[in-house]
């Protein structure tokens, strides 16, 4: 018996809704039109040009939602239309000819190529006391380009939003800029492509990736000191945006004026327009987090207290926050003990004990020191942390090296990665990655991560003595 198509996705597409970023389901998901349903069969119709990418990236969020409509033998197919939908004001994307109209999957793998990251948007951004004139900033820069503030200068101290803040910038004017080009990148990044195309012989060439966007999001600008070659091709393409109307956001983690290995004419123009500030994040505004996640990940809590904990020890920032949470539920989860507030103030006591100063406010353990007990716990050299083998072993200790080094210092990635050997930002997010999902699969690696957070600790401990 066939069911009718259209009150079933109807019910589907609810649950897309509240799956998916709002700007992101209107390009590609409000477009589908029910065709078929009979039982747990559902055939959806997609314009031509969108169907093997909606296919692709979101198959398994239209399995998701039908699952939860239809049950678990629920399966989804996507058939390609025989015409183009209508465009809807205010979602418009540029086409790969830089038309409007809705982008082809060869346009969207071009817009791939701008470094943005689809999973932050303003949705999915906590706003509270400590971010909320940053946030309304960065909304107004997203909504008109060029004119509201420029260049829009956020900064704050490592884990509390700012490059989510970035992203969700480009991934605005991605989808609702009416053809707009955005450009996200780091400052590492834009060091390595311009001594890449200074020994390449392609500087005009660097010169036009970067001087002809709309938008241009520059994360970690502090990191363009003592660099004298990069700071002044930095300075150029500056000044060839701004004179073009062109929107710059930059973050840091100081002041402009703080920044003094700088030259002063690159402070000053950081200075010339809007500067905003995020602070960690309040009580309130942690618990918002922890909920948010634990709602996203699909964690049962036995005691809704657990996260009150987890906000009262936490206090320096969100990527502390989510790795405490993790931690706390990756011990529930490998002793099969329930997830209450007992077990997260058993779990977090040693490393962020009741009435401590919160970590951040007091000396914790150096990357080096990270690097020294890891290879101390694995019987390896510092030599052999830092090398390039990739034998299981070793590369199972650095990983959890650079993982302790991102969890209990405030470095940032590109720092970390400086430290292990000269290596790329984009290694110690995958190290970071990685160990977490070992922590929660294998006993081993969390015991390894257990002792050595330890060990740590009690340096601290005896450092303090």
Request: glycine share 8%; proline share 7%; with cysteine.
């Given at each position: 018996?066939?069911?009718?198509?259209?009150?079933?996705?109807?019910?589907?597409?609810?649950?897309?809704?509240?799956?998916?970023?709002?700007?992101?389901?209107?390009?590609?998901?409000?477009?589908?039109?029910?065709?078929?349903?009979?039982?747990?069969?559902?055939?959806?119709?997609?314009?031509?040009?969108?169907?093997?990418?909606?296919?692709?990236?979101?198959?398994?969020?239209?399995?998701?939602?039908?699952?939860?409509?239809?049950?678990?033998?629920?399966?989804?197919?996507?058939?390609?239309?025989?015409?183009?939908?209508?465009?809807?004001?205010?979602?418009?994307?540029?086409?790969?000819?830089?038309?409007?109209?809705?982008?082809?999957?060869?346009?969207?793998?071009?817009?791939?190529?701008?470094?943005?990251?689809?999973?932050?948007?303003?949705?999915?951004?906590?706003?509270?006391?400590?971010?909320?004139?940053?946030?309304?900033?960065?909304?107004?820069?997203?909504?008109?380009?060029?004119?509201?503030?420029?260049?829009?200068?956020?900064?704050?101290?490592?884990?509390?939003?700012?490059?989510?803040?970035?992203?969700?910038?480009?991934?605005?004017?991605?989808?609702?800029?009416?053809?707009?080009?955005?450009?996200?990148?780091?400052?590492?990044?834009?060091?390595?492509?311009?001594?890449?195309?200074?020994?390449?012989?392609?500087?005009?060439?660097?010169?036009?990736?970067?001087?002809?966007?709309?938008?241009?999001?520059?994360?970690?600008?502090?990191?363009?000191?003592?660099?004298?070659?990069?700071?002044?091709?930095?300075?150029?393409?500056?000044?060839?945006?701004?004179?073009?109307?062109?929107?710059?956001?930059?973050?840091?983690?100081?002041?402009?004026?703080?920044?003094?290995?700088?030259?002063?004419?690159?402070?000053?123009?950081?200075?010339?327009?809007?500067?905003?500030?995020?602070?960690?994040?309040?009580?309130?505004?942690?618990?918002?987090?922890?909920?948010?996640?634990?709602?996203?990940?699909?964690?049962?809590?036995?005691?809704?207290?657990?996260?009150?904990?987890?906000?009262?020890?936490?206090?320096?920032?969100?990527?502390?926050?989510?790795?405490?949470?993790?931690?706390?539920?990756?011990?529930?989860?490998?002793?099969?003990?329930?997830?209450?507030?007992?077990?997260?103030?058993?779990?977090?006591?040693?490393?962020?004990?009741?009435?401590?100063?919160?970590?951040?406010?007091?000396?914790?353990?150096?990357?080096?020191?990270?690097?020294?007990?890891?290879?101390e716990a694995f019987d390896l050299t510092r030599d052999d942390l830092l090398s390039h083998s990739?034998?299981?072993?070793?590369?199972?200790?650095?990983?959890?090296?650079?993982?302790?080094?991102?969890?209990?210092?405030?470095?940032?990635?590109?720092?970390?990665?400086?430290?292990?050997?000269?290596?790329?930002?984009?290694?110690?997010?995958?190290?970071?990655?990685?160990?977490?999902?070992?922590?929660?699969?294998?006993?081993?690696?969390?015991?390894?991560?257990?002792?050595?957070?330890?060990?740590?600790?009690?340096?601290?401990?005896?450092?303090?003595?």
């Open positions: 018996m066939t069911d009718d198509p259209d009150h079933t996705w109807r019910r589907i597409d609810g649950e897309l809704r509240q799956r998916v970023p709002a700007e992101m389901y209107e390009v590609w998901l409000a477009p589908l039109r029910p065709l078929e349903v009979d039982g747990t069969k559902v055939v959806v119709e997609a314009p031509p040009e969108l169907r093997a990418w909606i296919a692709e990236r979101f198959a398994k969020v239209l399995q998701t939602s039908a699952i939860a409509v239809l049950g678990p033998a629920a399966v989804v197919r996507v058939r390609a239309g025989d015409a183009r939908p209508p465009r809807r004001a205010g979602a418009e994307v540029a086409g790969p000819d830089g038309s409007g109209g809705a982008p082809s999957p060869a346009a969207a793998t071009e817009h791939e190529r701008d470094g943005l990251n689809p999973k932050y948007s303003f949705e999915q951004f906590v706003i509270g006391d400590a971010n909320r004139f940053a946030h309304a900033a960065a909304l107004a820069v997203a909504e008109l380009p060029g004119q509201a503030y420029n260049p829009l200068f956020v900064y704050g101290p490592p884990g509390v939003g700012k490059t989510h803040l970035l992203h969700s910038i480009g991934n605005y004017v991605r989808v609702c800029g009416g053809g707009l080009s955005v450009r996200y990148t780091t400052v590492e990044t834009f060091t390595n492509q311009f001594i890449a195309a200074l020994s390449g012989g392609s500087v005009d060439r660097f010169k036009g990736r970067f001087r002809r966007n709309d938008v241009l999001l520059i994360d970690d600008v502090q990191f363009l000191a003592s660099k004298v070659k990069t700071e002044e091709e930095f300075f150029h393409t500056f000044n060839a945006l701004y004179e073009a109307g062109s929107q710059l956001v930059l973050t840091c983690d100081r002041l402009p004026r703080d920044l003094e290995a700088l030259e002063d004419r690159l402070r000053e123009r950081f200075e010339s327009g809007l500067v905003a500030a995020i602070r960690p994040p309040d009580l309130a505004t942690r618990l918002t987090v922890l909920r948010k996640r634990v709602q996203h990940d699909g964690v049962e809590l036995d005691d809704d207290a657990v996260l009150t904990v987890i906000a009262d020890r936490v206090r320096t920032n969100v990527r502390a926050l989510e790795g405490a949470l993790i931690r706390v539920v990756a011990f529930a989860s490998l002793t099969g003990r329930p997830l209450t507030a007992a077990l997260a103030a058993e779990v977090l006591g040693e490393l962020y004990p009741p009435g401590a100063p919160a970590p951040g406010t007091a000396p914790g353990p150096s990357v080096e020191d990270i690097q020294a007990a890891t290879a990739r034998r299981p072993q070793l590369a199972l200790a650095r990983q959890i090296a650079m993982y302790l080094a991102r969890e209990h210092t405030s470095e940032t990635l590109p720092a970390i990665a400086a430290r292990f050997g000269g290596r790329n930002h984009t290694t110690v997010l995958h190290a970071c990655r990685r160990t977490a999902e070992r922590m929660a699969t294998e006993p081993e690696v969390f015991e390894a991560v257990r002792r050595l957070t330890d060990a740590l600790a009690a340096r601290g401990a005896d450092r303090r003595d």
